[in-house]
């Protein structure tokens, strides 16, 4: 079942802009984490957001969870064209430790 | 280097042959998993190890097998594959459990079956 659900689907911006993603769940979560999918490739770990966190940051992305809303989104500051990429969320609902993905947000960054 | 490998990483197959795809990590973590990619369908995951000889059903279990013998090693063996079980394969790893760890993923198994 589909936990989280990235919002939007699909984002084109230019280089130097900043790239918003969002992400709503349904259930109360544990943690939720960002991941980042170049073309064919693994995915590979942003970051974490514990429940009782409101905002992380780690280089150039940002991070914030609302739990009241169930939603958090992901901040990209001027974007590169190598952060052209799928963009995954990833909840932790705490049952058997099990980690679902949303179906992930293209980000492509024109020069 | 710190990582997981899969073999093959291309594999193109006919109905019924039995496979399996390999997947190990050097990081001694005890958890592994099995996600496939579908377009549209983003990542499901298919069978996790919580440890040695501890192995549980994903989201997408059916026609697909695990085992987990020794901690390093996770293989993901398809009795009979068939044509709906083409896909993107993921394993991954983390040292514990997913709630507070980063998970790392190995480079992707494309598997096509005719």
């Known amino acids: 079942s589909q936990q989280g659900e990235e919002d939007p689907q699909a984002l084109s911006i230019q280089e130097g802009e900043n790239a918003t993603m969002n992400c709503s769940y349904k259930t109360s979560i544990n943690n939720l984490q960002w991941y980042r999918q170049n073309s064919g490739r693994g995915l590979v770990h942003l970051i974490l957001?514990?429940?009782?966190?409101r905002e992380k940051h780690s280089g150039r992305l940002r991070v914030t969870l609302d739990t009241s809303k169930k939603s958090s989104s992901l901040l990209i500051t001027a974007s590169r064209a190598a952060d052209t990429a799928s963009y995954f969320c990833?909840?932790?609902?705490?049952?058997?430790?099990?980690?679902?993905f949303g179906k992930g947000i293209t980000l492509s960054v024109r020069p | 280097e710190a990582q997981v490998t899969q073999n093959p990483r291309y594999l193109i197959t006919v109905t019924g042959k039995k496979l399996t795809v390999t997947c190990s990590q050097n990081?001694?973590?005890?958890?592994m998993s099995w996600y496939r990619q579908d377009p549209g369908l983003g990542l499901r995951q298919i069978y996790y190890?919580?440890?040695?000889?501890?192995?549980d059903k994903g989201d997408v279990p059916e026609g697909y097998k695990v085992s987990r013998k020794e901690k390093r090693n996770f293989p993901l063996i398809l009795e009979s594959p068939s044509p709906n079980q083409t896909s993107l394969y993921f394993c991954a790893s983390s040292f514990w459990s997913t709630s507070t760890d980063t998970q790392y993923f190995g480079p992707g198994t494309r598997l096509t079956v005719l």
């Open positions: 990833a909840t932790d609902a705490g049952a058997n430790s099990k980690l679902t």
């Open positions: 990081m001694n973590h005890e958890y």
């Open positions: 957001i514990r429940s009782n966190e």
């Open positions: 190890s919580m440890n040695v000889e501890v192995t």
